[in-house]
């Protein structure tokens, strides 16, 4: 169905509804989520932001974790919200993400720094009018969006052109929750006339942090606090920008009303001062000091022609694609050829961490175009955001706590190093998250501490039935062989040359 826009495509909902409402829950409950597939394709779900520390299989990372969910057939989701703060969750198979499969999460603490505050939640998509196969197919050939190409956005499941409203109660205190579950579209919000404090980032809480507005790239969370004026005089404006980075003529510019009296007028005035917001700013309340890490490995993404006559995305040169055996299987039974990387296969890009390793990512874009990196199962620390054209000079944290999150921007010619210790062993993916790019190969594994995994309690059967269901091997290396023979995976293809953009 048709969202918005004039396109028509298919959209994915749930239970026959287009615009799927947040799951709001407590923390220390357990989601169960009774997914029943009713596509003709395999599908799964991913809680963004979600560390499935001991529960791995249940991450949703299509072959990287476990099969999908097969068509026609249900699957069990029982996920113990161990992390309070602002999450969403969204279809981890094909592009199921961008069609629609996406919803909040929020996760309430009744005791914390911030609880008992009024809360409000405005979630961002964009809704690109071309079907995704089409978008897939055009890759990478023009890759900087044309007005024919650029989507409209959505706020709180509507059209953003009609934004929904926000409606203040005077004098009371809000935390307002904003997710961003748009693919390509940058967000900024901000409120006319309002004094706004970050307090959470990707479900870290951090010391209150006056700012202007809010950027959240594609995947990103946030919280906001903001007090109510005292009185029901004014009703106003709340702003939010949709735009690609680098930004380019298209920006689209929504606003909705922030009502306190359904007959009063819209104050008009200037907006408030208060600094530019920057993630690598913000201090997180849990402090944890600068990791130092052992090891550094330097990740380069970008694009490129490859040697099978397509142009894909990589890390590293090399484009992701999905192994015959799920990367979790692979490591449960290869034994020790387990961090042995090339036991993932030619194409799965993976990089074997050392059970509590502390590893630094430094991610590297020659390139114009920006990419919202995203790795599961941690919240990093980001200590480090420079420019690879020398234009500029690095920020770093201004606190020895440096801020942590699950997805950060590395912008156009831009690197962003990130730090964490190998404390969640499972098989996690490190990805753009701009669709296109992600399953245009912009993907690689982080295979952590598999020796672990492998002392790890059995998975729940239901893990391996959606294989076996669907032909697909739960044993071996990444073509289902025994060591490292990878006959019937084809040779991964190699980057004849790279493509500006
Ligand atoms: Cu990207």
């Given at each position: 169905m048709d969202r918005v826009g004039s396109g028509i495509r298919r959209a994915i909902g749930v239970n026959r509804s287009a615009v799927i409402p947040p799951i709001v829950a407590t923390v220390d409950d357990m989601l169960v989520i009774n997914a029943k597939n009713s596509l003709d394709e395999g599908t799964s779900l991913h809680i963004h932001?979600?560390?499935?520390?001991?529960?791995?299989?249940?991450?949703?990372?299509q072959m990287v974790c476990g099969c999908s969910i097969a068509p026609k057939s249900t699957f069990t989701y029982e996920i113990p919200l161990k992390q309070a703060g602002t999450f969403w969750i969204h279809g981890h198979s094909n592009h199921h993400n961008v069609e629609g499969l996406r919803a909040p999460l929020v996760v309430q603490t009744p005791?914390?720094?911030?609880?008992g505050r009024k809360e409000l939640l405005v979630a961002f998509e964009e809704w690109f009018a071309a079907p995704v196969a089409m978008r897939a197919n055009a890759t990478f050939a023009k890759l900087n969006p044309k007005a024919t190409d650029f989507p409209d956005g959505i706020i709180n499941g509507a059209d953003a052109r009609q934004a929904a409203k926000l409606q203040l109660i005077p004098g009371q205190e809000y935390r307002v929750r904003l997710v961003n579950?748009?693919?390509?579209m940058w967000f900024d919000f901000a409120i006319d006339g309002h004094d706004m404090s970050v307090i959470e980032v990707d479900g870290i809480l951090t010391e209150p942090a006056p700012v202007r507005s809010v950027r959240l790239a594609p995947a990103q969370r946030a919280s906001v606090l903001i007090r109510a004026k005292p009185t029901a005089a004014w009703n106003y404006r709340y702003r939010a920008k949709m735009y690609t980075l680098p930004e380019c003529a298209n920006t689209r510019y929504y606003s909705g009303s922030v009502e306190y009296a359904a007959t009063a007028p819209v104050f008009g005035g200037p907006s408030v001062s208060a600094p530019e917001f920057n993630d690598i700013n913000l201090v997180p309340l849990i402090r944890e000091p600068l990791i130092v890490p052992e090891r550094s490995v330097r990740l380069e993404v970008g694009a490129g022609k490859f040697s099978n006559g397509l142009t894909m995305h990589y890390i590293n040169n090399i484009t992701y694609a999905i192994p015959k055996v799920p990367s979790l299987y692979t490591a449960l039974t290869t034994g020790a050829l387990a961090?042995?990387?090339r036991v993932y296969g030619p194409q799965s890009n993976a990089l074997v961490l050392r059970s509590f390793e502390k590893i630094e990512l430094l991610m590297v874009n020659y390139g114009p175009l920006a990419h919202p990196m995203h790795l599961h199962g941690h919240a990093f620390q980001v200590v480090e955001y420079g420019f690879t054209n020398g234009t500029k000079t690095v920020e770093r944290p201004r606190t020895p706590w440096p801020i942590r999150r699950d997805t950060v921007t590395l912008g156009p010619f831009q690197y962003v190093a990130i730090r964490f210790q190998a404390d969640n062993p499972g098989m996690w993916i490190l990805h753009c998250h701009n669709d296109r790019d992600h399953y245009g190969g912009m993907s690689m594994l982080v295979a952590e501490a598999p020796e672990m995994l492998q002392l790890t309690p059995d998975m729940p059967p239901s893990i391996s039935n959606q294989c076996t269901r669907q032909g697909i091997?739960?044993?071996?290396?990444a073509a289902g062989n025994?060591?490292?023979?990878?006959?019937?995976l084809p040779p991964a293809p190699a980057l004849i040359n790279r493509v500006s953009h």
């Open positions: 932001g979600y560390i499935y520390n001991g529960t791995s299989y249940f991450d949703g990372a005791v914390g720094p911030y609880s579950m748009a693919s390509a961090r042995d990387p091997k739960i044993s071996g290396n025994d060591g490292l023979d990878m006959r019937g």
